[in-house]
């Protein structure tokens, strides 16, 4: 690709499931720039002129943000020939906080993190004054130019993948960074960025994140569990810096910093040494354990009652139906939540029939809300790489995300290596017209391709997409019987 519009195209800066990111050159006042592009394989006609219309809506109202923590929006257009919708902006030239991260070999300095995030919160406040909430703030969207200054980047593009069919995100990856009620589908506000910049201070400062592990145990921790004191994971911290990301961190919105300026404040006590103004909130109520007893409120409703793991359940087992109900709802209906008791302890016959009662109304519920019906899609993969990684998602859904390792090693003799590997698998998924896109990537041979395509599945029956990939000739092919 040589030109974009009146865009001249100098080379790739990157590439994702969204879209590629091109360094570019404006001819008219001969000006570098960055060219986003969106992809937009495997649309119907009318979910494509719906999504034209949602890009531009999104990208002229991040457009008219202006502050000096903010990649500013130069242009939006669509190519003539090709019809890809791009969106043209200022080009910054240094490293993603993410990069920065990942190379440390130790915490970074209690001052430079907190200068960072003093930075994103200001821009952060901006935006919200102005009514606009970025939804997928993390370290792959904040840059750290030469100067030191922290810029974020993809303003106005959050919000095109949670309603892009084909796409992923870093929910659409993984969920670390999302706040409580993103996991849960709930209305978001400008809370829910502070909160993702609460997780990135945290990560900075003890290079652990406090939400890890498998993706439903990610979502099951945020919606659920507070994580380990930064403190006890970096001794160098004081208490203070507990108290501020304790806040940042609260799973209730309004025990959060309100706005950017709130969290900037405490920031600012941080780095003189202060006390932050705002207390800590209280730690939040865990799930309670197997051993615990659940209290049974005899007059709140029952879409209120909490989650929570029976006598013989785990978290992950609450985990993976948190995440299989929130997957197969597409987050359009909340999680219906469920609850058990301990029945140890329960002495009369009347406590007893109560109880049974009520767990049979709430099967009941769970029953008429779930996600039906459902079908199966087998997933077999042959590639001849050394290592690497395929991800798939259905709709606007991350289902599978493996590791791929070779089974066979051949060696000619001439002395050539060639590796054959397989991969089985199988996800479960809403009947009807799908959406499925696949990305495999591996570093060693270099492959990074996607492909989509679309499919109708029966109810509760099973179809297999076969995947094959071909380092050699750098090829993925997909179909689907």
Known sequence: MSQLGRYEILDELGSGSMGTVFRGRDPVIDREVAVKTIRMQGFSPGETAGFRERFFREAQAAGKLSHPGIVTIHDVGEDESTRTPYIVMEFIAGQTLDALIREASAPLPAEKALGIIKQVAEALDYAHAEGIVHRDIKPANIILTPAGRAIIMDFGVARLRKSQVTVQGEMIGTPAFMSPEQVQGERVDGRADL?????????????????????????????????????????????????????????????????????????????????????????????????????????????????????????????????GRWQGLNMRVRPIPYVTAHLRGLQRPAQIAELIAVLAVIAFIGWLFSPSPQSTMAVLLQHNFRVAAVSIWVDDDLVLKENLVHDEVHRSLLGA???????????????????????????????????DLRGTFAKDAERTLSISCDARRNSLTLSLR
Do not use: W
Request: aromatic content about 8%; glycine content about 4%; overall charge positive.
């Open 195 to 323: 909160f993702s910049l609460g997780v990135i201070l945290y990560y900075m400062l003890t290079l652990e994140r406090p939400f890890s592990g498998e993706l439903a145990d990610i979502m099951f921790k945020i919606v659920y569990r507070d994580p380990a004191l930064p403190s006890s994971l970096n001794p160098a911290l004081r208490p203070d810096f507990d108290s501020v990301i304790a806040r940042a961190l609260a799973k209730p919105r309004d025990a959060r910093y309100q706005s950017g300026k709130e969290f900037v404040a405490d920031l600012d006590c941080l780095l003189s040494g202060q006390s932050p103004r705002a207390p800590a909130p209280a730690p939040t109520a865990t799930v309670p354990t197997a051993e615990q007893t659940v209290r049974l409120p005899s007059a709140e409703p029952l879409a209120t009652l909490p989650l929570a793991p029976g006598p013989r359940e785990r978290a992950s087992d609450v985990a993976s139906k948190l995440f």
């Open 417 to 451: 290596t060639r590796y054959v590997g397989r991969y089985s698998g199988s996800v479960h998924l809403r009947a009807g017209d799908r959406a499925i896109r696949v990305q495999v990537t591996s570093t060693d041979p270099a492959f990074d391709e996607t492909r």
